[in-house]
């Protein structure tokens, strides 16, 4: 969006325009109900993969290594590769492509790419193609072909693990809803047809197949051999929902045939034990209307599994969970050991793995090497990266004062959803390439990974015990301590970066991404030390950073050419300012470091306060009044000044009190409208030598995440103030 705006909203449109629209606790709950109902708690979506030779890399671009599957393509042979995109709002978007041979690419049917020789060089580097998406379905097909040198295949996908990964859906009808990419063996002869929408394979290749291939499953029997191969002793279990008529008063009668011994738990109470093959029979009772009905099934030594009778009356049973490409009603869990002890109910959650008798294992279809697999596909609700750390402390912190109950459910589920399911995303980037969910979690190699949202966690984590929230906190604190990149002098810096751009630069961000979690992790864990690391870290960055002349903060710092970039970046500053505030707090005054730190709070704090501009706002560059009124960071200085006039960290807190109640005022005028929608928030950045990037280049976003939770906070902390002081809002 623009950086060149007087005004972002109408004044008549404003928060400020309003009845109370200046009352601090109506502007939280307005705020807060928008994000929460704009962004649903959806759960995640569950989706079969198949086995395949096409699978996802680190970075999240899909491999397509041709000339390992297919060794004896020849010369004038192409093999094409089928997938598609659901995309809620047209857009362009830069896609990473890596050429192994000639390459074409195909967009709803029409050719946007093919390369040229130099493209498909070993050792040339990635490519960056603009593609322009359309709402809706986005079909995409790659045809290979193979150089004189044998060489054959590519790699495509969003390439970016950090911000929300694109995960490529089989685009046939044969495969609805399935993950992945579908493809031809070697063809002589082009395909007859290039698919645009959703469509028959047999269609669009004529008589070829496509491939991974799917088992024919006409003749399941429930015999789990056909999964878990022959091994007498081996144990599995099996998962259906049972949903009975609600007109029907008596029991439901189930039938079948045993292949092995068997025991059926109906609503965790066992209604049937059989000890070896053969026919059975059993009632549940229905004075529930429905429920889960769990088999667990030993191996003989002749078969395993069961089969029920497809004439149920009164009741139909159906997959205990929506799984996308998948029509069958049984979902399993297996092999485990012979003495290994079953309990369905510790896996019926679908958020961990389980230890089966070589390995860990998770949830499957009835059809051999087609896995179930969670992917998260909301935008927002239940994702785990640093802009939602700190959203989410804001709507943790509002539904404390506003005594909101659902506000903290909302954000205990969020978290819960990410740390719950942490261990299974760590198995599934295992098995699959990259996980399916907890993206940056399940792949923590930057502060940005971690720090923000794990300090949330640590907090929701006092409200209520959230699966996982320890072992996610514990591994954090390992990182952090451990393994982040540090120069001799043990400041944490970024060695590699998300763009080589990046590489060797300290950042003041990441002041925000470790030391408000260091503070809480050494609450949490009653070690001095992560406290100690954080005030060692924030001193440490103002040796490299800090402008005493101006008594601000340089955005980075250029460890390849050791200098700073002087570059006085608003939400850069901010971030220093609000982890100095959280540290402030944590540090015992006793502390051999708490007055120096306290005086390199009180020399920021004047600094800032001279940049605040006439309408109560901070600039995008803080020393450049014509850049455009940036929200992040005049909430960060308001949470910092509000905090320090309460703590008693200032000497002369009279001029800070005002600019607090001058900030709020400006942000309900000018940012905040009636709707609760915040304007003027920053875009996340790059880094540059010139504040003109940050001027005409790094634009705002509406409602970006990087700035409601600073906003919500800023709010709670000025009438905590105005509390402390007697005043009203």
Known sequence: ?????????????????????????????????????????????????????????????????????????????????????????????????????PVRLYHNGEQRFGSAPEEEAEEAPPLKLKIGLVRGWNHFLLELGQRADGRCGAEIGSGNRKNKPYTFLAPSLERQGEEGWIYTSPMDSPLPQMPAATMSEQVVSGAASWLPKRADTSDWQGRLEQLYGL????????????????????????????????????????VYEAAGAGSFSFNLESCRRSGSLVAYSTCSEESWGFQLHENLTNAVLHSPVKVHGYAGKWLHLGPFAADAELRANDYMKMDTVAAGSSGEVFWTTNEPEAFVRPFLENELFGRWNYPLGVTLFGLLETSRLLARSDMTDYVTRHVEFATSTYAY????????????????????????????????????????????????????????????????????YRRIGVSPSMHNTMWCDDMYMSVPFLCRYSELSGDMRYVEEASRQLLLYKKYLYMPEQQIMSHVYDVSSCKPSLTTWGRGNGWVFFSLSVLLQALPKGHSSYKEILRFYRELAEGYLRLQGKNGLWHQVLTDPESYEEA??????????????????????????????????????????????????????????????YKHELGWNLNDTHGIGIVLLAGIEANAMMNSLGMKS
């Open 231 to 270: 091994s007498p002793g081996l144990k599995a279990i099996s998962w259906t929902s049972v949903r009975v008529d609600p007109a029907m008063t008596g029991p439901v009668t189930i039938s079948g045939v045993a292949y092995g011994p068997v025991t059926f738990i109906w609503n965790g109470h066992k």
């Open 425 to 492: 995303s760590l198995w599934d980037r295992k098995q699959f390439g990259a996980a399916g969910l907890n993206n940056q979690l399940s792949h923590i190699d930057s502060l940005d990974d971690c720090g923000s949202f794990g300090a949330l966690a640590i907090l929701a984590n006092r409200l209520r015990q959230l699966k996982g929230a320890r072992a996610v906190s514990d591994d954090i604190a390992h990182y952090i301590m451990n393994v982040q990149d540090r120069l001799e002098d043990g400041t944490l």
């Open 1 to 101: 969006m623009t950086t060149s705006l007087t005004r972002y909203i109408d004044p008549e449109e404003s928060m400020a325009a309003q009845t109370d629209g200046t009352n601090i606790p109506h502007v939280l709950t307005v705020m807060a109900q928008r994000y929460i109902g704009e962004h649903p708690p959806h759960g995640p979506v569950y989706r079969v993969t198949r086995a395949s030779e096409i699978r996802k890399l680190e970075n999240h671009t899909y491999s397509f290594p041709i000339e390992r599957i297919f060794p004896e393509m020849h010369a004038g042979q192409r093999v094409y590769a089928w997938a598609k995109l659901w995309i809620e709002e047209p857009q362009e978007f830069i896609f990473l492509l890596r050429c192994l041979g």
């Open 632 to 693: 992040s960071c005049t909430s960060m200085f308001m949470y910092g000044f509000a905090l320090g006039v309460r703590h008693g960290w200032l000497l002369e807190p009279q001029a800070f009190t005002r600019a607090v109640m001058s900030g709020w005022n400006g942000l309900c005028a000018r940012v905040i409208d009636k709707h609760g929608n915040l304007y003027g928030v920053c875009k996340g950045s790059s880094w540059s030598y010139s504040n003109a990037y």
